[in-house]
């Protein structure tokens, strides 16, 4: 006979065994022929990187966090973006990464399921191959989302760029930077 407690615990340990598989879409296209399916990361150039020491700063997905950067390949495969669970509760959120050009019009957009238990760096694969731009022209990166997670951030940090948040610096006596990458092709 089972007791309370252990089917208590045999509960948990179910949605426990459950919930890597309830989070594990981390890509963002529906499932595509392999003939079309995005490149692996292996097969993608890093572009433009921020590879300062996080000290523990982030800030919420549920205003405006945007990232300056000045791409040096023509072709934006990917970005890759650190993330910490800011306000545990839910198991997963929907992510929106929105690649914009100066003038703040959209030029791309990848929406992702983080799940809660396995944050850290979150791929965002840009849809149809990626998107052509301009090397050395500034683009922006927007990432929206829920209360749970934040992006991280340092101060100083990617030096073509700089992140603000609601469209103002993110500290006023010190520039700061999200932490990402950028991924890209010839």
């Known amino acids: 006979m089972i007791s309370i407690r252990?089917?208590?615990?045999?509960?948990?340990l179910a949605c426990l065994l459950m919930l890597p598989a309830a989070c594990a879409r981390?890509?963002?296209n529906s499932p595509v022929p392999s003939a079309t399916r995005p490149?692996?990361?292996?097969?993608m150039e890093p572009d433009q990187v921020n590879v300062a020491g996080w000290e523990k700063a982030w800030t919420n997905l549920l205003n405006d966090a945007e990232q300056s950067f000045t791409p040096e390949l023509p072709r934006l495969l990917a970005v890759e973006v650190e993330l910490v669970v800011g306000n545990p509760g839910a198991a997963e959120d929907q992510l929106t990464l929105t690649v914009m050009d100066v003038t703040g019009q959209e030029v791309a957009a990848a929406v992702q399921t983080v799940c809660a238990s396995d944050p850290g760096q979150v791929l965002f694969v840009i849809p149809k191959?990626?998107?052509e731009l301009s090397p050395g022209k500034t683009y922006r990166l927007r990432l929206t989302?829920?209360?749970t997670f934040g992006w991280k951030y340092v101060v100083g940090g990617y030096e073509h760029g700089e992140a603000t948040f609601n469209g103002k610096p993110l500290l006023a006596e010190a520039r700061t930077t999200y932490l990402f990458r950028t991924f890209g092709t010839k």
């Open 6 to 12: 252990q089917r208590g615990a045999r509960s948990a």
């Open 26 to 28: 981390r890509m963002v």
């Open 39 to 43: 490149p692996s990361i292996r097969s």
């Open 129 to 131: 191959g990626g998107v």
């Open 145 to 147: 989302g829920g209360a």
